[in-house]
């Protein structure tokens, strides 16, 4: 379908972008064959570029101010009435609104909705939580230059401790290993018990397996020869195989636009 969206993510040092939470709306709108372009802001940006395109906040901030994160979009298909969104799971559902698939394909089948999002909150996030520990020093190096300085000083706030010590090294690298491969064992056994596979809810991709690859393609960006090779390992090699069949999902899309607002 003929469209005009801007998605707009965080640049990355690395080959590719590295935001789950963008790639799960980047590989939604590859699925739907939806045309788009990508916007790069870089973290310290966010804000401004934000306020200056009238994309709302995600939330709030301790102090009470409005907090502004990404993936946001701006659908300018119909120029009449754009749509401006920011959160990934507003995005994805007005995607799923604006441009539905054949029924068979829908992301959120009727009375999914809620199973679906809390896999994201609970399994995916649970997940994601170990990696900082396991890739601090790579996702430094991932950044733009002029997002480290705040991205090492929110870490260090948020850990309460310098930077370089909050990848876990030794015994307890491994136990913290060791604890992610239960994680994806859980997963592994809610995908055994729809008895359709290979995906979360049987034969079709729902919106919680592109909730899952994005946090895959997460930790093969920043870790590729130590986490991700290990996940590959797991279970037979099920993560590998599972991460293949998006693989037609993964394109970053269009040529990039002007990167942000100054």
């Not at 850990?159 to 491994?174: A, L, S």
């Amino acid at each position: 379908m003929r469209t005009d969206i801007i998605l707009l993510d965080i640049p990355s040092t690395l080959q590719n972008p590295i935001s789950p939470h963008v790639w799960k709306v980047r590989m939604v709108l590859n699925y739907k064959k939806l045309r788009y372009h990508n916007q790069w802001v870089p973290t310290v940006k966010i804000e401004a570029t934000s306020r200056a395109l009238g994309i709302p906040p995600t939330g709030t901030k301790p102090d009470g101010r409005p907090h502004y994160t990404l993936p946001a979009i701006i659908d300018r298909t119909n120029s009449e009435h754009p749509v401006v969104l920011s959160d990934s799971i507003p995005i994805i559902e007005y995607l799923e609104r604006a441009y539905p698939a054949m029924p068979d394909d829908a992301l959120f089948p009727p009375r999914t909705r809620e199973t679906q999002v809390q896999f994201n909150r609970g399994a995916v996030m649970q997940i994601m939580f170990k990696i900082p520990e396991l890739a601090a020093n790579a996702h430094l190096a991932s950044k733009v230059e002029e997002d480290r300085p705040e991205f090492r000083a929110r870490f260090e706030k948020l850990y309460g401790k310098p930077f370089d010590q909050i990848e876990k090294r030794g015994e307890e690298r491994e136990a913290l290993c060791k604890r992610l491969q239960q994680d994806f064992k859980c997963v592994a056994d809610m995908i055994d018990k729809n008895e359709k596979g290979p995906f979360l809810m049987g034969e079709r991709i729902r919106f919680m397996d592109f909730a899952l690859c994005g946090c895959l393609m997460f930790i093969k960006c920043l870790s590729p020869d130590d986490v991700w090779v290990r996940i590959c390992s797991w279970q037979g090699g099920r993560w590998a195989r599972y991460f293949d069949a998006f693989q037609e999902f993964t394109n970053v899309g269009g040529p990039p636009m002007t990167t942000s607002v100054s």
